[in-house]
């Protein structure tokens, strides 16, 4: 079935360096995509989007990059901060769909 | 504060229990989720209601029963759950069909 998933669930960066989450999805519909942050004791927070029109988005200290040929959506952090550890999902979103669909998850820990 | 908020934040209950959860989101948005999340699982969408409506009921046994009275409010009744069913519930908003959510910081329940 259509599935969206995560290429590691583990990742340790040393603080200030770049950290890559990778996810891989299986729904060539899908036309929205989220990064999630989700740090202990709490709910999953909006990082960033990106609408299937475009490859490559950035934020504060982040950038997501969308490449429809390969199904392949990555979350780029910019000098990666302890404030940063925590885990990150990917969802997408199936045009016209309510429903969301989540990766596993990668933990991202952060070494001072 | 994520403008979606849930009570309880922790709950135990017994097998043979009756409880609520209450999410409540004051974003003006149109749509709300139930989501479960276990460990070392993606997300588990378990209902969703649009507009009061219910749009999606994931295959939830009928131990968990949702009620929505109006857009701002969503409940979570438990009634004769099992151990397995202990996990983090969390409620989301979005604004529409297409849009990412919001999450709450969810309820955390343990079934003894």
């Known amino acids: 079935g259509e599935s969206v998933g995560l290429h590691l669930p583990t990742l340790s960066v040393q603080e200030g360096d770049n950290s890559i989450i990778n996810c891989a999805y299986s729904?060539?519909?899908?036309?929205?995509f989220i990064w999630y942050k989700q740090e202990s004791g709490k709910g999953p927070q909006f990082i960033i989007d990106i609408r299937s029109n475009m490859d490559k988005r950035q934020g504060q200290r982040v950038t997501v990059l969308l490449n429809k040929t390969v199904k392949h959506l990555s979350l780029q952090i910019a000098a990666t901060q302890p404030g940063d550890s925590a885990v990150y999902f990917c969802?997408?979103?199936?045009?016209?769909?309510?429903?969301?669909?989540f990766g596993k998850g990668t933990k991202l820990s952060v070494i001072p | 504060e994520t403008g979606v908020t849930q009570t309880p934040r922790h709950l135990v209950m017994g097998m043979t229990n009756k409880k609520s959860l209450k999410c409540e989101q004051h974003?003006?948005?149109?749509?709300m989720y139930w989501y479960k999340q276990s460990a070392k699982k993606p997300l588990e969408l378990m209902f969703v209601y649009n507009f009061k409506e219910q749009t999606e009921n994931n295959s939830v046994p009928s131990r968990f029963s949702p009620e929505c009275p109006n857009s701002s409010h969503l409940f979570l009744h438990l009634h004769t759950l099992q151990p397995e069913d202990s996990a983090l519930y969390l409620c989301?908003?979005?604004?529409?069909?297409?849009?990412?959510?919001?999450f709450g910081s969810g309820t955390r329940l343990t079934v003894v």
């Open positions: 729904n060539s519909a899908s036309d929205y």
């Open positions: 989301a908003s979005s604004q529409d069909q297409g849009d990412g959510y919001t």
């Open positions: 974003l003006g948005h149109n749509a």
């Open positions: 969802a997408e979103n199936g045009a016209g769909s309510y429903q969301l669909t």
